[in-house]
């Protein structure tokens, strides 16, 4: 039995959104430029509380690297659109097979901006990929990765409305 005209079994992204209290500009710079200031690294990272910082670099092809407190690095993927302040997207290298992150910024008013981020292509991932868990047990298939993305924005939004408006 040929298995070309097969459909993919639904895989749908991991979608969330929060408000954060800056402006559209401010809310951008904090995810990307600040990064490494409020990631959860002592959970969420391919070495665990080892890591120094992590940094984006602003272009499109450029990488998303930590740096470790031994001064070696590890890439968590490559950024797919730069494109301040509406949108940001990388391959997110972690799940094994690359899938994909996408932020886009949404101004409400000049003091409060929607973030919403997706993380797709689970369709590319094996069942054992699916499975794997991330730095929560459980991986896709038992919800960690949704789980992990609401602990990992609910520190972008401590650290955006921290930040305040200006930019």
Excluded at 4 to 30: C, Y
Excluded at 118 to 130: D, Q, S
Excluded at 149 to 154: D, H, K, N, T
């Amino acid at each position: 039995m040929s298995t070309d005209n097969l459909i993919p079994f639904d895989r749908p992204p991991v979608v969330l959104s929060i408000d954060v209290a800056t402006s559209r500009m401010r809310a951008f710079d904090v995810f990307v430029q600040d990064l490494g200031s409020w990631w959860p690294t002592h959970t969420f990272a391919l070495a665990p509380g080892q890591v120094r910082t992590v940094t984006v670099d602003s272009t499109v092809g450029g990488s998303v690297t930590e740096t470790r407190t031994d001064g070696t690095t590890a890439e968590w993927g490559r950024v797919l659109a730069w494109d301040p302040p509406d949108h940001f997207a990388m391959t997110w290298n972690q799940t094994g097979t690359p899938t994909e992150v996408r932020l886009s910024f949404r101004e409400l008013s000049a003091t409060a901006t929607v973030v919403t981020l997706e993380h797709l292509g689970w369709e590319r991932l094996t069942e054992a990929e699916l499975a794997r868990a991330c730095a929560l047990p459980g991986g896709y298939l038992g919800g960690a990765f949704r789980s992990g993305w609401e602990r990992i924005l609910g520190n972008y939004r401590d650290a955006a409305d921290a930040s305040g408006v200006e930019s």
